[in-house]
Each structure stands twice: as structure tokens, then as C-alpha cells.
């Protein structure tokens, strides 16, 4: 990844992260990365919406030119985000009642757009 999409994504995460605030979640975590081994990846942000953990990926583009931005979580992204979210689970001794994946697209366009897809996958 670029310099600039980093500052794009990161841009993204934010945003994100201050929607799903304004929606009434906790963020618990962002940005994780399990520990070393065969497993790769990061889980953008994890928060806590009443008794359930959410475990959300974030998707920001500056246009649609190649797609919608949740269109980008493909079956085997999805994959690897749930065995994170188990790694994740794991190493904070977490009990939730429910274990939700959710989806926020933010597209930087003018007005920028973001969208909150709960249950994604």
C-alpha cells in the first residue's frame, strides 16, 4: 500500500470509527494485529454494541471507478477477518453475547458518504 492510500485508509478509519460513535458503539480496539505467525491481517476497528462485539472493516475509496467500496470484502477477505476476530476473541478473554461482522464504506467523494452495513458477513 501506497503513502497516500495509507493516509486515505487511515482517513477512512476515522470517519468510520466517529460514525459508528455517533450510532451509539464503544470502540474497543483499532487496528489490531494478531501475533506473530501464519495468520496476516488487521482488524480495523472492534466495538461494543450493547452486549455484542463488532468486529468491522472499514472500506474508503475516492471514487467508484473500480466499485463500491464494500465490494471490496471478498468471500476470502471475510474468511480471514473471522479467524482474526477468533485470534482477537482469544487474547481478550472476551464473552459476548452476539459476534457481528460489519461493513462501513466511505467514499470521499463531495458530499463524502458513508454506509453502515451490519451483519455484512
Known amino acids: 500500500m501506497t503513502h497516500h492510500n495509507q493516509i ?3 482517513y477512512g478509519e ?5 460514525y459508528l460513535v455517533s450510532q451509539g458503539l464503544v470502540i474497543l480496539d483499532r487496528n489490531w494485529l494478531p501475533p506473530p505467525g501464519p495468520l496476516r491481517g488487521e482488524l480495523d476497528l472492534i466495538a461494543r454494541d450493547g452486549a455484542d462485539v463488532v468486529f468491522v472493516e ?14 471490496a470484502v471478498v468471500p476470502s477477505k471475510a474468511r480471514r477477518l473471522r479467524r482474526l476476530a477468533l485470534q482477537w476473541l482469544a487474547a ?3 464473552t459476548y453475547r452476539n459476534v457481528r ?9 463531495r458530499p463524502i458518504a458513508v454506509q453502515h ?5
Open 92 to 94: 481478550n478473554d472476551a
Open 101 to 109: 461482522f460489519d461493513v462501513v464504506s466511505v467514499l470521499l467523494s
Open 8 to 10: 486515505v485508509a487511515g
Open 14 to 18: 476515522r470517519l468510520a470509527g466517529r
Open 58 to 71: 472499514v472500506k474508503t475509496r475516492r471514487s467508484v471507478r473500480y466499485g463500491r467500496p464494500a465490494e
Open 117 to 121: 452495513l451490519r451483519g455484512a458477513f
